[in-house]
Antibody, heavy 119, light 108 residues
Framework: EVQLVESGGGLVQPGRSLRLSCRGS????????VTWYRQAPGKGLEWLGL??????????DYAASVRDRFTISRDDSMSIAYLQMNSLKTEDTAVYFC??????????WGQGTLVTVSS | EIVLTQSPGTLSLSPGERATLSCRAS???????LAWYQQKLGQAPRLLIY???IRATGIPDRFSGSGSGTDFTLTITRLEPEDVAVFYC?????????FGGGTRVEIK
């Protein structure tokens, strides 16, 4: 069974950093791209960026809104992807989802981890 | 950026009725790289339809997708109480990947 489990969320003060993790299981993690999305409370879905598989050079794309503050990485030996978030703002408060990318399509989602940015 | 506009915002129907959800793109979605996701309260989205009309694995055949270019439709025939959710359309052809604002389906 394909599973993606996010962790690392919580309450953080504005301006601080947080690193989210996403562990995959039930599939060959290294064969797939991983995409991160977020959903602010009561709002829709926002694409943050993706990291391609080693086969595609591990290339990374970011949404313009987070490009200067967020960094995506992966460790295929551990089947984990990361989302490093720096200089957090109150508007970054959201549930953060990691997903598996089959070719260009997001086909499986983790359950998400809540990040609350507040003083 | 491809902007996706969904309508209606909310759909309230009785069990057994047919639900028709619309998604209009601001520009052509090439290769019909348009997907539909269902998100139930407190849960992660679930892939229903991709390639505009291909049902994902395990999705009941009462869900169907159609359309091409800039106009797409998700149809739920014979609405069931378990279908209560927000449905999002999503284009995955062009970065940034984008979603519509969602259609909430309620049961009367």
């Amino acid at each position: 069974e394909v599973q993606l489990v996010e962790s690392g969320g919580g309450l953080v003060q504005p301006g601080r950093s947080l690193r989210l993790s996403c562990r995959g299981s039930g599939f060959i993690f290294g064969d797939f791209a991983v995409t991160w999305y977020r959903q602010a409370p009561g709002k829709g879905l926002e694409w943050l960026g993706l990291i391609r598989s080693f086969y595609y050079g591990g290339a990374i794309d970011y949404a313009a809104s987070v490009r200067d503050r967020f960094t995506i990485s992966r460790d295929d030996s551990m089947s984990i992807a990361y989302l490093q978030m720096n200089s957090l703002k109150t508007e970054d408060t959201a549930v953060y989802f990691c997903t598996r990318q089959r070719d260009v399509l997001t086909d499986f989602w983790g359950q998400g981890t809540l990040v609350t940015v507040s003083s | 950026e491809i902007v996706l506009t969904q309508s209606p915002g909310t759909l309230s129907l009785s069990p057994g009725e047919r639900a028709t959800l619309s998604c209009r793109a601001s520009q052509t979605v090439s290769n019909n790289y348009l997907a539909w996701y269902q998100q139930k309260l407190g849960q992660a989205p679930r892939l229903l339809i991709y390639g505009a009309s291909i049902r994902a694995t395990g999705i009941p055949d009462r869900f169907s997708g159609s359309g091409s270019g800039t106009d797409f439709t998700l149809t739920i025939t014979r609405l069931e109480p378990e279908d209560v959710a927000v449905f999002y359309c999503h284009q995955y052809v062009t970065s940034p990947l984008t979603f519509g604002g969602g259609t909430r389906v309620e049961i009367k």
